[in-house]
């Protein structure tokens, strides 16, 4: 049976349309998956080098009439794209008007009264433009990593997210940099923990919460 080797960018629903799969969970409820699901108990949160066992498809047949015309109609497959958005102070943007674009496409809206954001994005897409207000923000699709069993030791994950809680991590590379110890220092001192600029224990649960995964 093929084996798949994740790479940076990819997520798994992609994966699975890759492979001829609707259903993501075909992949990743699989038995030979088990150890995966244990290391990566978020399925959208993989990291480059792992490595998906994908099983065989099975034929699905449709009756159709012989000697006329048929259309087939194959659903656009999409991703959501979910962010509360806050201020400098944490407070949330609640009912705040947004623009997402991607080329010559656009979505216009509003978030929720607890500064929610919610839409559903072509899965084709790994960037989007967001506009809130005068500020415009380059969001960077399923681009997430892991913060344990990875081979940098979380640390280009727990970049990733420090940046997108409004810290300065510095460069997303995996390398736990002076630049990214002041920024888990600031995180730590505005969350009440002890500051240690270490990315463990305390610090790293409160951070994953804090993201949100």
């Known amino acids: 049976m ?17 492979h001829g799969f609707q259903d993501w969970k075909r992949i990743y409820e699989h038995p030979e998956n088990a150890e995966l699901r244990r290391i990566r108990p978020h399925p959208h949160v993989l990291h480059p080098g792992d490595v998906l066992f994908i099983p065989e498809r099975q034929a699905k047949e449709l009756g159709a009439s012989t000697g006329k015309t048929h259309v087939f109609k194959v659903k656009q ?7 509360t958005l806050k201020d400098a102070a944490g407070k ?11 080329g010559a496409e656009f979505i216009e809206g509003a978030t ?3 500064g929610l954001l919610q839409e559903q994005l072509p899965l084709r897409l790994d960037s989007v433009r967001l506009t809130v207000g005068e500020r415009g923000y380059e969001l960077r699709l399923a681009t997430l990593n892991p913060v344990e069993h990875t081979g940098d030791k979380g640390v280009s994950g727990i970049q990733a997210r ?4 409004g810290f300065e991590p510095g460069s997303i ?17 505005l969350h009440g923990l002890p500051v240690t600029g270490e990315p463990a224990g305390r610090t790293l649960e409160k951070l994953v919460q804090a993201h949100g995964c």
């Open 112 to 114: 929720d009264g607890e």
């Open 77 to 83: 497959p999409m991703r959501e794209l979910c962010l």
């Open 173 to 189: 590379d995996g390398v736990l940099s002076e630049r990214t110890r002041q920024a888990l220092c600031a995180f730590e001192a």
């Open 162 to 165: 420090l940046r997108n809680l």
């Open 2 to 18: 093929p084996r798949h080797t994740v790479t940076q960018g990819e997520c798994l629903l992609g994966i699975a349309l890759r």
């Open 92 to 102: 949330p943007l609640a009912n705040e008007p947004y623009t997402l674009e991607w």
